[in-house]
């Protein structure tokens, strides 16, 4: 069966990114000698799902940051054709998060990175979140783009493990409660 998975950081205040899209605060506080569970993490994920937004902040980064195939979820970009430069690395689509979960799993693909503010808010909507790793910078932005938004309903987490790193980095684990 196929899984969803959020391995992302915040500002204390909860937001992913400035209101523009800026990552800079987040770049940063980017310690390369702290090991934050990123290679773990994403040792064992079959494809990355992202939205708009996030692939527009990452598009220009060279190299390219992923290595593995990322599905773009975006209405806006669903009929355009992906940069010739990551042909064959990455897909556009318009399909829900339940349409592009179940075609991910007919292609054999069983765990799914899910990034991006408003794509992980229509995951965990639609149940589609087994756990998540957060990690909390200490900066306050003020406002931005939120992590979380909205919900229809309560949807009850249970806390795994807190770590905190020399940097000032906070990063919990919670599992999705079914």
């Known amino acids: ?9 915040t500002s ?8 523009d899209g800026a990552i800079e605060w987040l ?14 993490f994403i040792k064992d ?20 940051l992923y290595n593995r195939p990322v599905l773009v ?14 042909a064959g690395k990455v897909r556009f689509s318009g399909q829900s998060p339940q349409q592009a979960m179940a075609m991910l799993e007919a292609e054999g693909h069983r765990r799914v990175y899910v990034d991006g503010g408003r794509v992980i808010q229509s995951f ?12 909390r910078v200490p900066i306050l932005l003020g406002t ?13 987490l249970t806390h795994v493990s807190t770590r905190s790193f020399p940097s000032g980095l906070v990063q919990s684990t919670y599992t999705v409660v079914p």
């Open 45 to 64: 994920i079959d494809v990355i799902i992202m939205g708009r937004g996030t692939f527009e902040t990452v598009r220009d980064k060279k190299p390219w």
């Open 27 to 40: 770049i940063e506080r980017d310690d390369p000698a702290e090991d934050h569970g990123y290679d773990d």
């Open 12 to 19: 204390l205040d909860g937001f992913i990114a400035c209101e």
């Open 144 to 156: 931005g783009r939120p992590l979380f938004g909205p919900v229809s309903r309560e949807i009850p």
């Open 1 to 9: 069966m196929i899984t969803g998975h959020v391995f992302i950081a």
């Open 73 to 86: 979820l975006s209405a806006t970009l669903a009929d355009q054709a992906v940069p010739a430069d990551l």
């Open 124 to 135: 965990l909507r639609e149940g589609l979140i087994r756990d998540l790793v957060i990690t």
